[in-house]
């Protein structure tokens, strides 16, 4: 199998080197290769010099787009598409780092069974000093910050009990940021829908295409990425989102794509309402009534999912 990473990325430089160091360090066996396509989005800080003095021993393709009206990652991530050669496109971000086993775990979920979309474990790193200098000749946890949270879904999947195959909303949980599929089911589709732009939800309208084209969801928690620490949800993130929502209910006339309103009140910053949790719940009990289920959460379901280790981490908490 060819493997074809894909990365938008945006005034992310030294995050995105990173990212790169730790791709450098696949552990792929004879019968796996893989490319890396890095699409800088209108950057202007440097990350053009960066990647041409990136070290030789990864299969690395940059391509830089001017910034425009219609920049975002859905057409970042289309940009990187169309020059994948791999059979399957595992979806990155600029700002992640993975283990060494990262890209063979994706291979793994996929092997004997073409019909799938497999989405990967995120682990929310915390603030401190990275050893850049010690990633560029070995992998190491201890180089790291320590993990602080783990999986936003995982709440969500401990509450109803299932799969996430089990829930109405697992198309909604389709994140850019950490998933993979066959190369061929994405051109089907038609890629992503670039009128998304700005932040928020172009990861999860692919997934309810891709759904509704029949293919299935797996959850694979050994293909873990680990975020760099990020700050909450701005106004504009906000206002982007929500204008997202918008042309998502307008592409599709569907009440369950409405139904993500529920969601609102844990983003908006100016009036934070409940959790993301809480509103998750809400909106998977909410689609499950719609499609006539009567199943609530499970009886006695914890709150949270402790934080398992996974290939030597340094869990500094749970969720």
Not at 139 to 156: M, N, Q, Y
């Amino acid at each position: 199998m060819r493997i074809s990473v894909v990365i938008p990325s945006y005034r992310a430089r030294d995050a995105l080197e990173l990212c790169l160091l730790s791709l450098a360090r696949q552990a792929l066996d004879a019968d796996h290769t893989a490319e890396v396509i890095v699409v800088d989005d209108g950057s202007a800080d440097g990350t053009d010099r960066m990647v041409a003095a990136f070290p030789a021993g990864l299969d690395l393709r940059y391509v830089h787009v001017p910034r425009s009206p219609i920049s975002g990652p859905a057409r970042a991530r289309n940009l990187g598409l169309a020059r994948a050669t791999g059979d399957l496109v595992v979806l990155l971000d600029a700002d992640q780092v993975v283990a060494p086993t990262f890209l063979a775990e994706h291979a793994r979920a996929h092997a004997g069974d073409d019909d799938l979309v497999v989405v990967g474990r995120t682990f929310q790193l915390g603030d401190g000093p990275v050893d850049r200098e010690r990633l560029r000749y070995e992998f190491s946890f201890e180089a790291l910050p320590p993990v602080v949270r783990g999986d936003e879904r995982e709440p969500v999947l401990e509450a109803f009990g299932c799969e996430l195959a089990g829930l109405e909303t697992a198309w909604h949980y389709v994140w850019a940021c950490n998933a993979s599929v066959r190369r061929r089911h994405l051109v089907a589709a038609g890629g992503f829908d670039e009128a998304f732009t700005g932040w928020g939800l172009e990861d999860a309208e692919l997934g309810y295409r891709l759904v509704r084209r029949g293919l299935r969801l797996r959850y694979h928690t050994e293909a873990a990425v680990y975020h760099e620490p990020r700050g909450p949800v701005s106004a504009a993130m906000y206002r982007s989102w929500r204008a997202n929502l918008a042309h998502f209910t307008a592409v599709h006339d569907a009440l369950v794509v409405v139904l993500q309103r529920a969601l609102a009140p844990a983003l908006d910053p100016a009036a934070p309402g409940p959790g993301r949790h809480v509103c998750r719940v809400r909106f998977e009990l909410a689609a499950r009534a719609l499609a006539g289920r009567a199943d609530g959460p499970a009886a006695g379901a914890a709150p949270h999912v402790p934080l398992r280790p996974l290939g030597g981490h340094r869990a500094g908490s749970a969720f």
